[in-house]
Structures are given as structure tokens and as C-alpha cells.
């Protein structure tokens, strides 16, 4: 059921075959992995994949699980892609789609990831995972391995949102918090794992996850009808989701599937942690660390990513472009699209909003482009986002307006 | 696009047109839903439906929405129909699945009622909607009034999920909280309507939300290749979900699509509040109202529902029964499915949990049985649900097991 062929460093361009456990290149880029895209274009159609159910393993050929017994699916993928009329309008956007990655178990995209990674996990014979997670992809990932009665071991600031750290906790993974950042806890996690023999799965230091998040494109390709809108506007933390789109245009272009360009892909972080908007601007390779990373939106508070200079190039090879928005903005954001279209966003969700209202007053969208802004997350995950003050009744009182 | 053929009282027969505005009957009991079920069947057929993509609209014509544009989705339905062979076993049952209603907008069932309501609010020129409610039900139909432009006025417990507040504020809603009970915050929403003109969206009052949660019963039946299970396990409180289902299964035998008889249904209510649950072991036909209702499950914590009759002559008619468990059991049902599934599921589903192993141990399910059990709600909608003491160490310590 799988095409995989191998896995290769897209920086020294070395390969591995895909039958053990892999982690990084030895000259320590992330791996990337390969398809014979020709024998799975023999072997599958887009007309084959449009009868299938929904759920990202509707696109199982194009994914590395070989035997069908080691998907560890909770129902993850298939997520809606939402016309916003009202917001698109507030914009300046004529054409606006939101695709709404809340709609997936644990509540974010995070599941896409760890349902193939740990997929993997199962079928390489992996019984003990670690990871250091600003913690979503922790709570994610803790989640899956739970339900493939695999041990994992978690570190994460002791800032991340609590909701993530029950879903640890509840799963069963051993949790640490830490008085750091997400690079603190992979420091440790990297040690730990080494001394315990735990399974690094540190993003992109293994190269399943990213095959997983590569399914947000697939689908932006089939809602499009095997084509692609003009802009994706992507929040970027570790980056692996919109290297992820990226990766899966390039295959189904390779593949004949799809005839358009890929989308331009647009990155957007914090003001207060833009290591690759910084690199950027500046026309470099990969990006320096962001020292005194701060921004209330932990998905994106990633001071430096293993897969920088993939995302740039990602960018660059589409069109796409780098923005930077402050904390006001963001909240504004999710204000925002919770007002005119009910939908309760994440803070990085609203740093996507942010930035599409900032490039279109740059010009850089045009009014009629079609755009898709990739909410990862649902705003439940977050209920310290906002304290509301509201008026307290007695039962015998009475409403007034 | 829809088959609505009239309104009807389940209790007096009385019938009504349905281009209107309706609450509830003259005698004052919810009006049902009817179709013109043979047209139904010439107009469209199972094979049509499995062509389109996921969302409950794919059975736009078991609904009651004339024209397309009045549909207000914020993606809906399909959500999946989970294996759960761990759990299972550590309950005594051999073929266990969970339909997670998590995976909805706004994390839980109530998106699939606030579809509908708001649908059909917006098809008939409805501007202001206000209702009572335990929380989650306020935050769905606050966010899709906010997405068809329709003002929304809100009254929940003090003590309600700070999530679901969250949900109304952000979205615009006017909220109020009121210290005591949903059937307090009911009769003051009730009030306030009949003085500002709003529409009563109370649970019952109007009667579209059941047609919503119905699709439940579709999917339920779709994914058993039309069929049924044995017992279908659902957290009662208002009780919509459960009498949306058995309606669902009576429209499919009707016309023809399922030959299995339905499954039985069992409602599930909490020791502290279980006035169905009594009036079921009583032999009544409706319930008392639960003084002093009492348990940390709020969605349940309903001390008399409007529907009530009908919820009970839906346990009778299909065989099926009423439990009420502990918050201890309710509370080792969410633990047990987080760790040997990774589903963190909402207080109400674990309800449901905690009924199936008692239901198994007192033989009224046979470990052979096909059991299908609702999770209401994402679990991630309880920030405070527990409180983990985590080690938490600084950037330089060590991660030591």
C-alpha cells in the first residue's frame, strides 16, 4: 500500500533505505522521504481517492505505512475548508478560505504528524518515544502512542498551554516541564533519550512527521480540484507543515496530477520570534537563533528550526513571502474571525489573519486572489486567550438589555 | 433540495406548516419534523450519498433547509466511527467503537443542532435568537449566528465550562451568567424573549436542533453499511441526541434504506441529576424535576428535560435502558479511554464508559454485542478537569527517569 523508495538529506543528498529506525542525516539536516512517484501513479487515481472516506489515510499510497494494521488513526484529516465571506470582505479579500485544522483529535494539526510518525513508530517496532513540544504536538503525539501502547516521554516550557499538558498527562506519557523555551527542552530531551534509549522524535529529527502534515496539501489540492489557489498563508514555528504543502505540490506535480503552479507559500511568525522572516529579508540560507523569543502564541515561539532552510527555500521556489506581526495583531485576528464567522481560531490561526490583512495593504495580495489561511488549531485549546467580565444574575433577577 | 412536508406534535398530533417560525405546540410539546419520506426515496438513494464529500449536509434532504444558500456550516458532521479494541477488552466487550463528536466545530454535538437551528433561523428571516444552556450548546449556536450575521442573547450557569463562555464572547453573543441551574437560566432567557422579541432556541422550544443531532443516526447507520449496531450508548441530559438518533433510524426503516431493527438505546445520566433514569425504573412516561442537581458532568446536569417522553419511549420502543453512574465512575471512564486509547473525551462521554462496564457486568450487554458509544464533547473543552502535578526543572538540570 506504500510507494516509499528511501529516505534522502536534501542537503547532501545522501540516502538511507526506510527499513530501520532513522533519525537525521549523518551530517544532521532532517531526511526527507522518497516515492516512486511513477509505479504510484500506475497504482492509485484521484478518482480511486475521491470514492475513499474521508481521513488523511484516504491518501495512504502516498504516505510510508506499508502494512495497513500499523495505522494509528483517532479520524485526523479530511478537515473543512470554509469560505469566509465576511471576513475576506474585512480584509479586502474577495476570495478567502479558511481551512480549519481544529477539526482533528487533540485539536489541532499536530495530529497529522503524529498519526504517521507514530504509524511508523509501530511498524519499525518503536516502543519508547521523546520529544520536546511547545505542547500541542506533545499532547499530539502522547495521544497516538497511547493508543499504540507505545511509552512516551515529554518536555515542555512550563508556560505551554495546560490543556496540552493533560493530554500528556491523561495518555499516560512521562512529563517534564521546563522554565525554558522549546530549545531548553530538546536539549534535554536529546541527552535523556540517548541515556535511555527513547526514540528521538524531535520535529523533523525523524522523517515521518512531515509526511503526515504533507496531507494538509493534498487536500488544498483536491478541494482546488487537483489545482491551486494563489496564496496559502501559513504560521510557522518548526515549519513542518508548510514544508509539508510544499512537499506534497512538488509530488503531484512530479506526478501529473496537478497542472498549476504550487500556491505561494507565506510564512508568518511573531515580532517576537522571526528567525526566518529575519533570514528572509536578509536573502539568507537558514536562520540564527532568535534570542528572547516572546510571543503569547507558544506554536510559533520556535527560536531557531531544524527545517529553516527548507521553509526558505519553500518560499522562495513559490513566490512566497515572510511576514512578521506583533501579539496585538494577533489577538486582533482571532477576534476578528470569531466575530465575522464564528470560528473560535487559534493565536496562530489569528497571526495567519494578521498577515493576510497586512500583505494585502502591501499589495503583495491582490483584492481577487484566492487565499486559504491554515488555522492550526482550535481556539478551545486556549482558555486563558481572553478573561471575559460578565454580568452575574441571581435566579430571581431579570435580563436587561 | 429538502422534503419537509409539515410539523407535528408527538403528543396531541396537532400539525402545522412549516414556513413559519415555530416553538412548540399549542399543548406545549416539541414539534417534530415530518418529510414526505417516499419522495424522499425516489429523489435520492444511498449510492448518491456515499458520492459526497463528508458533513452531515450530504443529507441535506433528511433536513429541513430549502435553498442551499441559507446553509450555515462551519464543517459539520462525518466525524469517525473509532475501533476502540483496547478499551474494549479492559471492559469486557469484543467490539467496541466510540463516534467522537469531538472532532465537530466547537468540539462537541451541539454544532450539528446549531447547523440546523440557524439554517433554518436564517431561511425564515429570523434576526435575534436567545437561549438557556449548560454552556457548550450556547458557544455552538453563538458561533453560527455569528457566521449568518443573526444577533444571539445567552444565559448559562456561573459555573459553566469557561471555554463555552469564551465561545459566546468572542463570537458577539450577549451573555449572562446565572447563579444556579440551566433550568433557572431557561426561564429567565424565556422571559426576556417574549419581551425583546427574540426566538426561543431553548432545547426543544423550536424544532430544528433534532433534526441536526439526527445526523448522528445517518452516519451511525452509514457506517454500518446501513445498518445498526447492538446498543448505542449516549449521555443524556436534554436528551436531543438520543431522540435525533432513534428518529434517524425510524425515517431509514420507513423508507426502506435499513432492514436491521434500531439499535437499543441507552440514555446515561449522572447519580446527582438522573430524573430519565428514574422515571425509566418507575415505568413513567415523563419525568420529575431533579431537585438539587449535582454533578460535574455539566452537560447532564439537566434536573428535567422537555423531551423527556419522548426519550423514554425511545428506550422502550428499542429495547434499551437507562443507567446512572457515579462522578468517581464518570471521572474513570475519561482516564481509562485517554490511556488505552488516547481519546480524551469530555466527562459526558466518559458517563457512557463508565455505563457500558456496568452494563456488561449486570449481562445487559453480551461481550458479543456491537456496541457504539457517543463522546459527546472533546475533553479538551475541560481545562480544569484534573490538576497534574508535574516535575518541573530548570534548562540546566538533567531529565532523570
Known amino acids: 500500500m506504500t510507494y516509499i523508495s528511501h529516505l534522502e538529506c536534501p542537503k547532501c543528498q545522501r540516502s538511507y533505505a526506510p527499513f530501520r529506525p532513522n533519525n537525521t542525516c549523518q551530517c544532521g539536516a532532517p531526511l526527507l522521504v522518497r516515492y516512486d512517484l511513477d509505479d504510484m501513479g500506475r497504482g492509485i487515481s484521484r478518482r480511486e481517492i475521491k470514492k475513499r472516506p474521508p481521513g488523511m489515510w484516504r491518501y495512504r499510497e502516498f504516505l510510508p505505512v506499508a502494512r495497513e494494521e500499523n495505522i494509528v488513526s483517532l479520524g485526523e484529516g479530511s478537515t473543512p475548508m470554509l469560505t469566509a465571506g465576511r471576513l475576506g470582505k474585512a480584509l479586502g479579500l474577495e476570495h478567502l478560505q479558511i481551512k480549519d485544522e481544529g477539526l482533528n483529535p487533540t485539536g489541532t494539526f499536530k495530529s497529522r504528524g503524529a498519526s504517521c510518525g507514530i504509524s511508523r513508530c509501530k511498524e519499525l517496532g518503536i516502543g519508547k518515544i521523546a520529544m520536546p513540544t511547545a505542547g500541542h504536538a506533545g499532547g499530539a503525539w502522547s495521544c497516538y502512542a497511547a493508543r499504540a501502547g507505545i511509552e512516551a516521554f515529554i518536555a515542555m516550557p512550563v508556560d505551554a498551554e495546560r490543556v496540552a499538558m493533560l493530554e500528556c498527562v491523561l495518555s499516560g506519557a512521562k512529563t517534564w516541564l521546563v522554565r525554558g523555551l522549546i530549545s531548553d527542552a530538546g536539549r534535554m530531551i536529546s541527552k535523556a533519550a540517548a541515556k535511555y534509549e527513547w526514540f528521538d522524535v524531535a520535529t523533523l529529527k525523524e ?112 513566490g512566497g513571502t515572510a511576514v512578521a506581526v506583533s501579539d496585538e495583531e494577533i489577538m486582533e485576528g482571532v477576534k476578528l474571525t470569531a466575530l465575522t464567522e464564528g470560528m473560535f481560531i487559534c493565536p496562530e490561526g489569528g497571526a495567519a489573519i494578521a498577515a493576510a490583512r497586512r500583505l494585502v495593504q502591501t499589495g503583495y495580495i491582490q483584492p481577487e486572489d484566492k487565499v486559504v489561511i491554515l488555522n492550526t488549531g482550535a481556539g478551545i485549546k486556549y482558555p486563558d486567550i481572553v478573561r471575559p467580565e460578565l454580568p452575574v444574575l441571581n435566579p430571581d433577577e431579570e435580563i436587561v438589555l
Chains 1, 2 share one sequence.
Open 207 to 318: 522523517p515521518y512527521r512531515i509526511e503526515g502534515k504533507k496531507t494538509m496539501g493534498l487536500e488544498i489540492a483536491e478541494d482546488f480540484d487537483w489545482g491551486a489557489p494563489d496564496v496559502v498563508i501559513y504560521p510557522t514555528g518548526g515549519g513542518v507543515g508548510l514544508i509539508g504543502i510544499w512537499k506534497a505540490y512538488q509530488e503531484l506535480i512530479q506526478m501529473g496530477w496537478v497542472k498549476d503552479k504550487p500556491p505561494k507559500l507565506v510564512a508568518v511568525q511573531a515580532e517576537g520570534c522571526m528567525p526566518i522572516v529575519r533570514a528572509y529579508q536578509e536573502g539568507k540560507e537558514s536562520s540564527e537563533f532568535h534570542t528572547g523569543a516572546k510571543t503569547f502564541a507558544g506554536g510559533i515561539r520556535v527560536p531557531k528550526a531544524l527545517g529553516d532552510f527548507l521553509v526558505l527555500q519553500a518560499i522562495r521556489e513559490t
